[in-house]
């Protein structure tokens, strides 16, 4: 046995409880041989206290090389390595090449400022390549490390022929994300198996390259699936920053096209959100930009057509482009009827009161998912519109909804008396109808009082 070998022994079995208790033998036994000389110039005492000290800090060290686990930066995305090996060559191999190639293929892609690439030691490694259970020891693991992404499995080294020798790398994979629901969690492990390949394996005398096409292999799953994670965990910044750019590469590989060919749906999904969270805080150009991404990425996407009609009427006042990208939303909807909202407020806005009054009959027969949330959403944009203008037919509108829609009497009942306070004489088709409403909600609220 060699000197390198030796050391590649203690290193793999200084965790273990034999290192302890072998550790301590022997420092027992050192002391022992060093005490009847050691004595003559220190007291028994002092001699006594330094051997304490020495095996006090024997299974400090012990303990720490054992126990002590890496953890995450704080405000990064954590990527775990953890890829048992059956010996130092390969793990220092894998650790050069692998772990440096994927630090680099984030760099390329301008998202290592956002990454964390963490390499767990060998005996971490092997507990959860050993576990039953290597999930649960991953969630165990992780309130520790506190990562996003974990790739476990081995390398090992085998014969291929006489001469040569291959190394073969198993990749299994665990993204952690924010609780979800059941069928999108296994539609997230589903997506995770189809990109991260099972095993690679290749000649030794082309390892460099073999581990750099793995890391590669690896860098573009961690990449997508963290931002599948994070776009469902309601951080579509992440996911965005992630995303761009992965349709060539996926298209590359024959058995991810499929992916590939989904990616711009989900890119413009996340760009949509951001757009929409620019909305929210007021900094249009950004919404403008993030709008227009969404678009070009899918250009038959139902909520940036709808969000677009927005965009049109609040900032560039401009209803009749508004309606237009309403029925450009209506092209695209898929048994939901959000859009039927946004008509009906601009036919409203534009004083054709017919066909609002037709379009509100529509939605008093309709339902769709989600609706109440649509419904808060249009009460509150029309309230703040009223804060500002003199328009009393959307006091008519907003109370229609609360009366039919959301059965909401109070509402209802100071909607259409602030529309027939308002109202002036060309509003006689609405106001014919709102005193209607109004004995009906009068009636009800006394027979419920």
Request: proline share 2%; aromatic share 16%.
């Amino acid at each position: 046995m060699n000197w390198n070998e030796f050391i590649q022994i203690v290193e793999d079995r200084l965790n273990t409880w034999w290192a302890l208790i072998s550790g301590l033998i022997v420092f027992s036994l050192f002391f022992a041989a060093i005490h009847p000389t050691l004595k003559e110039f220190i007291s028994i005492w002092f001699c006594l206290c330094v051997y304490l000290l020495a095996l006090f800090g024997w299974v400090v060290y012990w303990a720490y090389n054992r126990f002590r686990l890496p953890r995450n930066k704080k405000n990064k995305v954590g990527i775990v390595i953890a890829i048992y090996s059956e010996n130092k060559t390969e793990r220092e191999k894998l650790k050069a090449d692998f772990v440096s190639e994927l630090k680099n293929s984030f760099r390329k892609e301008g998202v290592l400022d956002v990454t964390s690439i963490v390499f767990l030691k060998n005996h971490f490694a092997h507990r959860i390549h050993d576990s039953d259970d290597s999930r649960r020891e991953i969630e165990k693991m992780n309130k520790k490390v506190r990562a996003h992404f974990y790739v476990w499995g081995n390398v090992r080294k085998r014969p291929d022929g006489e001469s040569a020798e291959r190394y073969f790398i198993n990749f299994h994979g665990y993204v952690v994300h924010k609780p979800v629901a059941q069928q999108l969690r296994q539609q997230i492990s589903m997506e995770f198996s189809k990109v991260l390949p099972v095993q690679v394996d290749f000649l030794e005398n082309t390892s460099f390259r073999g581990f750099q096409v793995s890391a590669a292999m690896v860098h573009l799953a961690a990449q997508y699936i963290i931002g599948v994670a994070a776009f469902v965990s309601h951080d579509p910044n992440l996911a965005y920053k992630l995303h761009r750019g992965l349709k060539e590469k996926f298209n590359s590989v024959p058995h991810l096209k499929d992916i590939g060919n989904r990616l711009p749906l989900l890119v413009a999904d996340e760009a949509f959100w951001i757009a929409r969270w620019y909305f929210d805080n007021q900094n249009y150009d950004k919404t403008r930009e993030f709008l227009s991404i969404a678009m070009t990425e899918s250009p038959n996407h139902y909520g940036a057509w709808l969000f677009k009609a927005i965009i049109d009427f609040s900032l560039d006042r401009d209803s009749n482009e508004a309606l237009k990208s309403v029925n450009k939303a209506r092209e695209y909807a898929n048994n939901t009827f959000e859009w039927r909202y946004s008509e009906a407020f601009l036919q409203f806005w534009e004083e054709n009161y017919q066909i609002a009054l037709e379009i509100c009959q529509k939605i008093k027969n309709q339902s769709f998912r989600d609706e109440a949330f649509s419904l808060a959403e249009v009460r509150q944009f029309n309230l703040k519109i009223l804060e500002k203008e003199d328009k009393a037919q959307l006091y008519f509108w907003i109370g229609y909804l609360a009366f039919f829609k959301e059965k909401n009497l109070g509402n209802a009942l100071h909607d259409f008396e602030q529309f027939e306070k308002l109202a002036d004489d060309n509003m006689s088709m609405l106001k014919n109808k709102s005193s209607v409403y109004l004995k009906d909600i009068k009636r009800a609220l006394e027979l419920k009082d």
